[in-house]
């Protein structure tokens, strides 16, 4: 805690993360962060997110301070808290605190998931006031110049309950992220999962065709992250049909007519 | 050995004691104890006569006269050796228990017809299943035991046991305790009767697999076409898929295909049937193609498209082939080479010797680079069609039908054009025509309904005048031009509302459905709890950080509680859902959906979602006709699911007469008073104008409803209206306040209110 750079040293990524560009995301979140404009990751689960952050992080030298957001999650839980030590209370800053003070990018993953009075401690940090105010500890911090806080939404949660607020999405630049083409989606897939692009081909069919249930059964086709983990399955010598039900079926639904259909598309794409 | 003696002894005993009983009844007497010599003989009674001793006596003294005991009697000596012999003993109970009910002579004709089904109640406690259900039809509904006994026979071999179990209790649910109703039920004179019977059957194969076969259509060709079931005509000719139009017809079953054979065929005729939507499309013109040359075409573009399907998702191949089963035979005949040709063409490895099944196989591998070009169909086809004319061969087009079975008709094929001069074989062909069952369209919106004029609905609502119910409740009106409440002003009388023959269907899979179900689980609702005391937490609980530190300071080493949190406390919510039946409900909107369809089906997808959630829902009714009649339908107690019954009431609800809203909501409001939750919701779904024949003023009924409302809420009832229906609902905004008051002008629009319900619920 003593030494800033030691409690930032952990959170930086050291190697270069795997990442393949769809299109000009890089540039355009690199000039974003140029002006440390906040910046919001739209896409469904298992697009490459997370990964794209993590790039992006290695790529401009930045720490990464990465909060999955939960719906019990307080503010308290980014700001930080009073505790109880021998001599009395002592403060404990929260992630979203010791991003803004020491100056790294904080990643507040599924934004959407946290209450919305809990997402609104992040305005004052996303306008250009960037400050925080620390309202139990009397304190106002000034936000490090290197500071940049990203947010991602997955948009297909969306309801009354779980959406941001207007006042929130108001403030981030948006990047939007799909699933890759389908010869992108074959490359990552193979390199991800050190498998041959025939089988990575095959997944990739199957993950399009599960896909096409979006809305019918399911709230969300397989994912590349998916597909990566099935064509780990198979590179350690598991079957298709195997890894596909262990990685695939069975994760995506408990609807047993939804699972029979995707058997069907992957014993007819096999 | 001492414990049989002492067993045989209690044997002598108990036989001696019902021999003084019977005594001065010497025909049973004397029945009796040579029925119990035969039994003393067999192995499995020894040591259950006592009990079978005790059985007689219960159904002598039950005295329904000699004839029920020696029918006992007789039971017991056939008793078949593979049935327990408790089931035995249950039946005296069970037949003495009817006959109090239900008088002797149903007692006897129940152990007639028991006798008769015995081979049937094989299964363990099937027996005890049917005689309970049997005791409780005496017991609730004792005139109508007769009705179901003397068809026992006829309803298990159709339902079994457990399914005439839940024919009876179902009965005696929608028939709300009118012994008319009964009758009619258990008589099977009533439609739902019938369907609740069915329900108890396997159920067709299409009707079972609908879900899952939409799934896989979209899942594999990303096309949503409408399912549709086709009756199974009484012809030989054996059903196929039929696509037309955006829809595909299927079967209701495939004869032959049973349990798993059946899912495989239906998997494999949508696969196919999808194949056709994808690749199928150009049609071609029938001309004067005869009818062979058509069929031979069809067949080709049947392989074109698999061939096509194959190449984007190889593994149908192990769908497809199995049914192919065709094999070169003696006698060659068109109809049977055109299967062959069809297995040859999408079956590598089939070896056939005919030269004609060659020449296809060849013809289409040589169009192998313009496969995608549907026109090769038909220049094989033709060719083809030519080379059977010239061997001669017969094609009876009548008796002609697709194979393999999972093929579909093909008429989708075809642009019959309205051409007068179609050769008449075509038009044979064309025969085998769609006959589509009436069914509900995708929005669960019954064709059947729209059909008719709205004269003959109105006409069927009052012929069926409501049974009116029994006086309840009185309840006060607010007058507002005098500024007075009058008492027991009003009188609700209430009722179960009537079933329909025909339950409603839910859309299980429908978007609105699914998107409403998921909005109801996962709203949290419930209230915030704080947490104190708590080993970690957002904040200091003070109190017990000052309790913790005066601890350490006196040395002793407490535990450190001393953080509080919130967390979202249980749910408990209670929803009554309370819809106008007024006559204005029967009018249509432009699409002529009546607001009544339209809140029957969202009042249903509600029930169903909340239900889900594990959530309390009532629905109920209510119309008037002067303030003496205010009606108050029961539709779903808190406590019922949504079965078939609830769903038969929910068909069976009409339009008629006028809207009292204020009474029935403080009626309604009565009936979420008694339940215990900490949230409780009343809904109510109008088309939002109060009117009745005795309350000229509008405003009158209007200004009541409002100071319901009122009251309601004082009382922490929360009240919400969805207007339902195209219209601006100016009195709704008056009497339930703006926030509260949504607008659903249509079904798809209802999730979108649900989820503004649910937000103001937070709130």
């Not at chain 1, 919001?40 to 790529?59: D, N, Q, S, V």
């Not at chain 2, 498209?305 to 049914?323: C, D, K, N, Q, S």
């Not at chain 2, 009936?671 to 939750?677: K, N, V």
């Not at chain 2, 104008?689 to 003023?697: F, R």
Request: glycine share 8%; charged share 25%.
């Amino acid at each position: 805690m003593s030494n800033p750079g030691l409690l930032l040293d952990q959170y930086r990524i050291r190697d270069e993360p795997y990442y393949r560009p769809l299109r000009d995301e890089v540039e355009l979140f690199s000039a974003a962060y140029a002006s440390r404009m906040p910046v919001m990751l739209k896409g469904p689960t298992g697009c490459g997110k997370t990964r794209f952050i993590e790039y992006m992080a290695w790529r401009l030298g930045r720490p990464l301070i990465t909060v999955a957001c939960h719906e019990d999650m307080t503010a308290a839980d980014l700001v930080g808290r009073w505790l109880l030590d021998a001599q009395g209370t002592v403060w404990s800053d929260g992630p979203l605190t010791t991003a803004v003070r020491l100056g790294a990018i904080c990643y507040l993953d599924e934004i959407v998931e946290a209450r919305q009075d809990t997402t609104v401690v992040i305005h004052p940090l996303t306008d250009d006031r960037r400050v925080l105010p620390l309202e139990k500890r009397g304190e106002l911090i000034h936000a490090h110049s290197d500071f940049q806080l990203v947010i991602s939404y997955n948009p297909g949660y969306q309801s009354a309950i779980k959406d941001l607020k207007e006042s929130t999405k108001q403030r981030f630049a948006a990047l939007d992220f799909g699933y890759p083409e389908h010869a992108v989606e074959i490359e990552v897939v193979s390199r991800e999962a050190g498998i041959a692009p025939e089988i990575a081909d095959l997944l990739v069919k199957i993950a399009a065709h599960s896909r096409n249930l979006k809305g019918q059964g399911l709230d969300e086709g397989a994912s590349t992250r998916m597909l990566v983990n099935a064509g780990r399955m198979i590179g350690y010598g598991i079957s298709l049909d195997k890894a596909c039900e262990t990685t695939i079926v069975v994760p995506l639904t408990d609807d047993a007519d939804t699972r029979n259909t995707l058997r069907d598309v992957i014993s007819a794409c096999a | 050995m001492a414990i049989a003696q002492i067993s045989s002894l209690e044997n002598v005993r108990s036989g001696r004691r019902l021999a003084a009983l019977l005594r001065g009844h010497d025909d049973v007497g004397s029945a009796v104890q040579a029925t119990r010599a035969t039994l003393e003989r067999r192995p499995e009674l020894v040591g259950r006569l006592v009990i079978w001793d005790v059985a007689v006596r219960d159904l002598f003294e039950a005295n329904l006269g000699e004839a029920v005991v020696l029918n006992f009697l007789r039971l017991s000596e056939h008793w078949p050796a593979q049935h327990s012999v408790h089931d035995l003993l249950a039946i005296g109970r069970a037949v003495a228990d009817i006959g109090r009910g239900a008088g002797s002579r149903v007692a006897h004709a129940t152990l007639t017809e028991l006798s008769k089904v015995l081979p049937r109640l094989a299964g363990a406690g099937e027996v005890t299943t049917v005689l309970a259900a049997l005791c409780q039809l005496a017991d609730a509904g004792p005139e109508s035991v007769g009705l179901a006994v003397s068809r026992l026979e006829q309803l298990l071999g159709h339902a079994g046991a457990e399914g005439f179990s839940a024919w009876v209790s179902a009965g005696l649910r929608a028939s709300g305790g009118r012994a008319a109703r009964r009758r009619a039920y258990f008589g099977l004179e009533d439609a739902l009767s019938a369907r609740v019977l069915a329900l108890g059957r396997t159920g067709d194969d299409f009707a079972r697999l609908e879900k899952r076969l939409a799934a896989t259509m979209v899942a594999l060709w990303n096309r949503k076409p409408r399912f549709r079931k086709l009756a199974i005509p009484p012809t030989p000719v054996p059903r196929r898929t039929s696509l037309a139009a955006g829809l595909v017809g299927l079967p209701e079953t495939f004869a032959g295909f049973e349990g798993e054979r059946a899912e495989s065929i239906y998997l494999a005729a949508v696969a196919h049937a999808g194949a056709h939507l994808v690749h199928s499309t150009v049609r071609f013109p029938v001309g004067r193609l005869k009818a062979l040359q058509i069929a031979l075409v069809s067949l080709i573009e049947d392989a074109r498209v698999e061939t096509l399907a194959l190449r984007e998702m190889p593994g149908l191949r192990r769908l497809w082939l199995p049914f192919h089963t065709a094999a070169p035979s003696g006698q060659a005949t068109a109809a049977g080479l055109m299967t062959r040709l069809a297995r040859a063409l999408i079956d590598p490895d089939y070896q056939d010797p005919d030269a004609w099944v060659a020449k296809g196989r060849a013809l289409f591998a040589a169009a192998s680079d313009r496969w995608v070009d549907p026109a090769i169909s038909r220049e094989i086809g033709g060719l083809l069609g030519n080379d059977i004319g010239q061997m001669r061969l017969q094609f009876n087009a009548k008796s002609y039908v697709v194979e393999p079975s999972y093929r579909d008709d093909n008429l989708a094929l075809w642009d019959f054009g309205d051409q007068p001069d179609a050769p008449s074989e075509t038009i044979d062909l064309a025969v085998d025509s769609v006959r589509i069952e009436r069914r509900e369209d995708a929005n669960g919106h019954s064709t059947d309904d729209t059909a008719k004029p709205d004269e003959t609905l109105r006409a069927r609502a009052s012929a069926v005048a409501l049974p009116d119910g029994l006086p309840v409740a009185t309840y006060p009106e607010w007058d507002y031009a005098a500024g007075i409440e009058r008492m027991d002003w009003t009188t609700v009388l209430e009722a179960d509302a009537a079933p329909s023959g025909r339950a409603l269907d839910l859309p299980t899979d429908g978007d609105a459905m699914r998107r409403i179900t998921r909005l109801t689980r996962d709203a949290s609702i419930g209230r915030r709890l704080r947490h104190k005391a708590q080993r970690e937490g957002d904040a200091l609980d003070i109190d017990a950080t000052i309790a913790h530190m005066i601890a350490r300071r006196a040395g002793q080493a407490g535990e450190p509680r001393v953080y509080q949190r919130d967390a979202p406390g249980p749910r408990d919510l209670a929803i009554l859902l309370l819809l106008d039946l007024s006559q204005s409900t029967a009018d249509r909107d432009r699409a002529g959906r009546t607001v009544l369809d339209v809140e029957r089906k969202a009042a249903a997808i509600m029930a169903a979602a909340v239900e889900t959630a594990n959530d309390a829902i009532a629905v109920h009714g209510f119309n008037s006709d002067g303030r003496e009649r205010v009606r108050y339908l029961r539709i779903k107690g808190f406590d019922e699911p949504m079965d078939a019954v609830v769903r038969a009431r929910f068909a069976g609800i009409s339009s008629s007469h006028s809207t009292r809203l204020g009474t029935a909501l403080r009626h309604a409001g009565s009936y979420l008073g008694e339940r215990r939750a900490f949230r409780k919701v009343l809904l109510v779904l109008s088309d939002g104008e109060p009117s009745d024949i005795d309350a000229p003023d509008p405003q009158y009924l209007t200004e009541d409803a409002r100071r319901a409302v009122q009251q309601l809420r004082r009382r922490g009832i929360d009240i919400f209206a969805f207007g339902i229906g195209s219209g601006r609902f100016a009195r709704l905004d008056r009497i339930f306040g703006e926030r509260r008051a949504f607008r659903v002008p249509r079904i798809e629009v209802l999730p979108q209110r649900v989820m503004q319900l649910y937000t103001e619920l937070k709130k």
